[in-house]
């Protein structure tokens, strides 16, 4: 079973804020995603990656930059944040045939 | 642009009911197609996948079939249980990518 963990869990911030919600996976996955979640939106993709040092854009990548440092650590950065990037983060992994693992995701809260 | 559509946003049942929620993609070709359920305070989990036309998938008593004649994925189950009360989502993904798009999900609500 793929193990993915997200931190912070929780997190509240102003706004013009800085935030990096992390991401780890430790099944040797090549592929890790983050997506947000919206009432109304379902899951939307924000950035994802094929391996350590590679980035792609999603569907909902504007104010959102993504890093991902190794093969298990992937991390999204709000570099100013607004209340509508409040919302709940989720990061997941796949070995490939689109089969993702998803974390138990990230409340984030833009005052 | 691939999407997928789910008809409904929330199904309200009471145990031992028959349920279909409705999910229709828009792609070209043959995508893959899942059904994903997320409970309460957790992350979405992978229920079932179908590649081809006419393949099943199938997955703790829920199924669905590829109908690329319909473009649908319709999920089904014949008896549902109170624990069955989750978000249900509709996605497509390619292999030539790994990219996924999920639909709106489904909110699942049932009464003992």
């Known amino acids: 079973e793929a193990a993915v963990t997200q931190s912070p869990r929780n997190k509240v911030t102003v706004t013009g804020g800085n935030v990096t919600l992390s991401c780890r996976q430790t099944n040797s996955h090549n592929y890790m995603y983050w997506y947000r979640q919206d009432t109304g939106h379902g899951l939307r993709l924000i950035h994802y990656?094929?391996?350590?040092?590679?980035?792609q854009i999603g569907d909902v990548p504007d104010g959102y930059k993504a890093t991902r440092t190794t093969q298990e650590d992937f991390f999204l950065l709000l570099e100013l944040a607004s209340p509508s990037q409040t919302s709940l983060y989720f990061c997941?992994?796949?070995?490939?045939?689109?089969?993702?693992?998803f974390g138990e995701g990230s409340r984030l809260i833009v005052v | 642009g691939d999407s997928v559509t789910q008809t409904e946003g929330q199904v309200a049942l009471s145990e031992e009911d028959f349920l279909t929620i409705h999910c229709n993609y828009s792609a070209s070709g043959y995508p893959a197609l899942f059904w994903y359920v997320q409970y309460p305070g957790e992350g979405p989990q992978f229920l079932f996948r179908?590649?081809?036309?006419?393949e099943k998938g199938s997955s703790r008593g829920f199924e669905a079939t590829y109908d690329k004649g319909t473009t649908s994925f319709h999920l089904r189950k014949a008896s549902v249980q109170e624990s069955d009360s989750a978000v249900y989502y509709c996605?497509?993904?390619?292999?030539?990518?790994?990219?996924?798009?999920f639909g709106d999900g489904t909110q699942l609500v049932v009464k003992p």
């Open positions: 997941a992994s796949s070995e490939g045939k689109n089969t993702l693992y």
């Open positions: 996605a497509l993904g390619r292999n030539s990518n790994n990219r996924i798009f």
């Open positions: 179908a590649s081809r036309d006419k």
């Open positions: 990656s094929y391996g350590a040092g590679n980035l």
